[in-house]
């Protein structure tokens, strides 16, 4: 079993910058990638972006330039860096983790972008 724990979300002016946290435990088998996930309301949960237990990255177009997925492994903790932020990034943000066969999510965490 792992928990996730996010935090990190909050209001911010369009322009502005957050930096989300999610922080694994009871990773026994090790975990292999890790994600960031968005849900806005009335759509459908997208993939923010990914980052494997090497440090590979891969972001939705959305994002690309403006969000930076990183991790500390040694720390177990995920992270992504969020500048430029745009109304249309408002969404509740979700930290996902697979390890083995299984996939684990975190709680959200809400993030608002004024215009």
């Known amino acids: 079993q792992v928990q996730l724990v996010e935090s990190g979300g909050g209001l911010v002016q369009a322009g502005g910058s957050l930096r989300l946290s999610c922080a694994a435990s009871?990773?026994?088998?090790?975990?292999?990638?890790m994600d960031w996930y968005r849900e806005a309301p009335g759509k459908q949960r997208e993939l923010v972006a990914v980052?494997?237990?090497?440090?590979?990255?891969n972001y939705a177009d959305s994002v690309k330039g403006r969000f930076t997925i990183s991790r500390d492994n040694a720390k177990n903790t995920m992270y992504l860096q969020m500048n430029s932020l745009k109304p249309e990034d408002t969404a509740v943000y979700y930290c996902?983790?697979?390890?083995?066969?299984?996939?684990?999510w975190g709680q959200g965490t809400q993030v608002t972008v004024s215009s």
């Open positions: 009871g990773s026994g088998r090790g975990i292999n990638l």
């Open positions: 996902s983790a697979t390890s083995g066969l299984a996939r684990y």
């Open positions: 980052i494997t237990s090497g440090g590979n990255t």
